[in-house]
């Protein structure tokens, strides 16, 4: 790992070719081994670009859009949404564009991460309403409605609602991602066991399902800075960005809905996120990044990791 401090940005080489794990040991993890600095892989640079508009101090999920390149999809922690249930749509540079309102969620909804997809000839967006801080929940919701014109405020009265249940108890997640054929995956934060990967056996249908249990991405519960709380596929989903408060790491589809990991964890102390939560992963492979608002309530930044 290579280390370059300057004006608040580090530089690390990243291996984007397979790292040789494919088991339960596959985690998230802080203490992969660095690559080495002599080989000729890519080099990523993680940075803060922007803060965030004031509408996004509890940011918890980031999507980038397919159709309006440039365009990112935020929302607020829906546990603590003072605004209510809003999708908001930023550029690249922190600049506020529309909002989405939805109606006719429960009381008991708690948005943690969000995904644009294709559904049935153009691009849908998911709102994973999987948030669970006391383990409590009978089960958890995926939202879903088409994307709207990201400059124009816009209201969607009734989303369609996909219900499912952990096939064993409930847990706490902020992490979701969909991949090609509308597969939807849920992470588990690694609060109070394992992380877990848990997939919801497509086609998401009108019923209540119980999710499939995939695979543990650890050997146990984790630690504060290493959990899950976010993850980002590609559009042709051939990589899964999943973050922590204090890292990413790609993943890429193995066999039976398994990840298998495709590079070393990346810190992101360079953003200074006071407690980053969201990753976006765009269709050129740029990597952007949000966090909730820090100590006074200072405004949370908007980070950006590129590679060449």
């Known amino acids: 790992m290579i280390s370059i401090h300057a004006r608040n940005v580090i530089a690390i080489v990243f291996a984007f070719v397979i790292a040789g794990c494919t088991g339960a040991d596959d985690a998230p993890s802080p203490d992969a081994a660095a690559t080495d600095p002599s080989s000729s892989t890519p080099l990523c640079i993680a940075e803060r670009v922007a803060t965030l508009p004031s509408v996004l101090s509890e940011a918890s999920g980031v999507t980038a859009s397919h159709a309006y390149p440039g365009i990112l999809w ?20 922190g600049s506020l564009h529309g909002s989405i309102r939805i109606a006719g969620l429960p009381r008991d909804s708690d948005r943690e991460d969000i995904a644009i997809a294709p559904c049935g000839g153009r691009d849908c967006i998911y709102v994973a309403d999987i948030g669970d801080n006391a383990g409590r929940r009978p089960a958890v919701r995926i939202l879903r409605f088409p994307e709207p014109d990201p400059d124009v405020d816009s209201d969607v009265a009734q989303p369609d609602v996909f219900i499912a249940r952990y096939p064993d108890r409930a847990h706490d997640a902020e992490a979701f991602f969909i991949l090609p054929g509308e597969r939807a995956f849920i992470i588990t934060k690694g609060r109070d066991g394992p992380v877990a990967l848990y997939a919801y056996p497509a086609p998401l249908r009108a019923d209540t399902v119980t999710l499939t249990h995939v695979q543990d991405l650890s050997t146990g519960l984790v630690q504060l800075p290493s959990m899950v709380t976010g993850a980002s596929a590609a559009v042709d ?22 990840l298998h990991a495709v590079a070393d964890s990346i810190p992101l102390a360079a953003l200074r996120e006071p407690q980053g939560e969201g990753v976006a992963l765009t269709s050129s492979g740029t990597l952007f990044f949000v966090s909730e608002n820090g100590f006074a309530n200072a405004a949370p930044p908007l980070g950006r990791m590129t590679c060449h």
């Open 74 to 93: 935020a929302h607020n922690d829906g546990d603590t949404d003072y605004i209510g249930p809003t999708i908001v749509a930023i550029d690249t540079l």
């Open 237 to 258: 989903g051939r990589f899964i960005a999943v973050r922590t408060y204090s890292f990413v790491r790609r993943f890429a589809p193995g066999a039976g809905d398994s």
